[in-house]
């Protein structure tokens, strides 16, 4: 079973400043496509070079209609979108791009990956004060 470690740090919070623990993910290295691609390989049986070929082609195809407006199915890990938060305004002349003020790709997961995650075990660790 998978283990998600957690780290709560004292952090000030909001307008008032308050100081209180916050959980984070604990962040490990990040791990390299080239990295990634050795890992696969010794799964799939296929090799790197083809895997390289496959996914720049696969990601180009992601990256292409995502900017196109799709969402797509990423299997077990759910589905990805492009959202954006945008200021409302009353009157249709009012309406341009100028209003997007942030724009953002989301990943929501299945009801598969929620489950699993649900499952698994959580260490958590409290920082100690510096």
């Known amino acids: 079973m998978a283990t998600l470690n957690f780290i709560a740090r004292k952090k000030k919070i909001g307008f008032t400043k308050k100081v209180a623990y916050v959980l984070r993910p604990w962040r490990y290295n990040t791990i390299r496509r080239d990295e990634l691609y050795e890992m696969a390989a010794q799964d799939s049986g296929l090799n790197v070079e083809q895997l390289k070929a496959a996914s720049a082609a696969v990601l180009e195809e992601v990256r292409q209609l995502l900017l196109n407006g799709h969402g797509l199915e990423l299997g077990g890990l759910g589905k990805i979108r492009l959202v954006l938060n945008a200021k409302s305004v009353e009157d249709a002349e009012d309406v341009s791009a ?33």
């Not at 997961?109 to 649900?118: D, E, F, T, Y």
């Not at 499952?119 to 958590?124: F, G, P």
């Open 98 to 130: 100028d209003l997007i003020q942030r724009q953002r790709v989301v990943l929501s997961p299945s009801p598969r990956l929620k489950a699993k995650l649900l499952r698994t075990r959580i260490n958590l660790t409290v920082a100690e004060e510096e």
